[in-house]
């Protein structure tokens, strides 16, 4: 074998056997993939993951008694101002997450959630409102994860589908510049949609249903769904990318608004998190703290100098607690319209980037109608419109963190496929040199 021969051969044996591929977490639609993403959530009362025995729920202290505690007291130190308006060296408040999954023909999902976080959280004037004795809920139940090609929408006319179509920049600016773009009517009818808020968790249980906008409720103040476009696997909220002012809540092309004087620009804590404005702790983007991290206990501005990767750039610190073995295909929460939200990272640890994802933030999974959601670090961030989108070559022009313009869209499977099929190639006729 000449030396040409083996310069060609040890690079492509050590390429091949030395790639890192990382399983991914696709899930699909069936009641198994529904309680396997259930058992992902930190709940504080969800009944189908049987790992907790019976109806024992993971913050009870006293096993199968009559009483059973289905929230989790979370403490936190120095968070600025207290849930309950006070001010204190330490906060308590009661957090509640429920998800459950039925079993039918299509298997449906209900969850609840305070939204209040189960990490430390920081503000000096518009804290989440929350209680240390009691709490109420939000809630979103439907169809769980719909394939695409289940949508009442869907057709067979045109050769790609579309369930949102955007054609001109004008038009694609009012839909990823809009804050309140996330209507229930827009959500396809084959989900089965409902929401409801829970008031009282005293049997018999009060709620009130078809809508958030209750006046029984004293602590849920967010009265509308139509900037909500998720929740994580923590149960807190996630918001669509913008503030009120219809521009980028992190990266505005406007800094400051001219009606009001105002920033434009949300104030974020440790966690990337804020009440401001609803009194509901939400995410705009990743969080670092939606993955179990050091980061969970740090009670600050992101705009503390003692922390200045989160002052300088959100979006390096979104990502730095992330876990080697959690760069990966991962869901991280549930879109209102049942379908998964992924990580920021795909099956080869790598971030998302701008030829990834259509319009909605949204791309398909493996084979078939498997549709899905992912977090970009860059706007919109989650979910820009209920998916699946078309792709275009705009840009958002109310966000200096937009989107890309792309003109080379590519499928990571077909990337994964021709990866391999042209690695295994070379490999192989690499190796038949070792016969001459």
């Not at 004087?261 to 969080?287: H, V, W």
């Not at 002052?311 to 979104?318: L, T, Y």
């Not at 909605?360 to 419109?385: D, E």
Request: proline share 5%.
């Amino acid at each position: 074998m000449t030396n040409i021969h083996m310069l060609f051969t040890i690079p492509i044996l050590v390429l091949l056997f030395n790639v890192k591929y990382v399983s991914a977490q696709i899930l699909w639609d069936s009641y198994q993939n529904c309680v396997q993403f259930e058992r992902l959530l930190d709940c504080t009362d969800c009944r189908d993951a049987k790992d907790w025995g019976g109806v024992q729920l993971p913050y009870d202290d006293i096993p199968l008694d009559d009483y059973f505690q289905d929230y989790e007291l979370v403490v936190c130190k120095g968070p600025g101002m207290c849930p309950d308006g006070t001010v204190k060296n330490v906060c308590t408040w009661q957090r509640y997450l429920f998800f459950n999954c039925f079993e039918g023909s299509p298997v449906t999902y209900r969850w609840e959630t305070n939204s209040m976080p189960n990490h430390c959280y920081f503000s000096k004037t518009e804290p989440p409102l929350g209680s240390e004795t009691k709490f109420e809920a939000y809630s979103v139940s439907g169809a769980f994860n719909v394939q695409v090609n289940n949508m009442f929408a869907y057709n067979l006319v045109d050769p790609v589908f579309y369930h949102t179509k955007l054609e001109t920049q004008d038009d694609y600016d009012k839909q990823l510049c809009k804050s309140k773009w996330a209507e229930t009517t827009l959500i396809d009818m084959k989900t089965q949609y409902e929401e409801k808020v829970y008031y009282s968790f005293e049997y018999p249980i009060a709620f009130s249903d078809y809508s958030w906008d209750s006046s029984e409720t004293t602590m849920l103040q967010l009265k509308s769904s139509d900037q909500v476009v998720g929740m994580a696997i923590n149960g807190v909220l996630i918001f669509s990318a913008n503030s009120i002012n219809g521009y980028d809540a992190l990266f505005p092309s406007q800094l400051i608004n001219p009606i009001t004087s105002q920033s434009n620009r949300i104030t974020p804590d440790f966690c990337l998190g804020t009440a401001e404005s609803y009194k509901t702790y939400r995410y705009y983007m990743f969080s670092p703290c939606i993955y179990d991290s050091i980061a969970k206990t740090y009670a600050s501005s992101c705009t503390n100098d003692r922390y200045p990767l989160c002052s300088q750039d959100v979006r390096n610190h979104s990502i730095y607690y992330v876990k080697s073995e959690q760069k990966n295909i991962n869901p991280i929460g549930i879109a209102k319209d049942g379908r998964m939200i992924y990580g920021p990272y795909n099956s080869y640890g790598q971030l998302w980037q701008a030829c990834d994802v259509d319009i909605c933030n949204g791309r398909y999974f493996s084979k078939g109608y498997n549709y899905g959601y992912v977090a970009t670090m860059f706007h919109p961030y989650f979910i820009s419109c209920w998916g699946p989108g078309n792709k275009v070559t705009f840009e958002a022009k109310c966000s200096t963190n937009a989107r890309k313009k792309c003109t080379l869209y590519t499928s990571e499977a077909v990337l994964h496929y021709s990866f391999w099929s042209i690695t295994l190639g070379l490999s192989i006729l690499a190796l038949l040199q070792f016969t001459y």
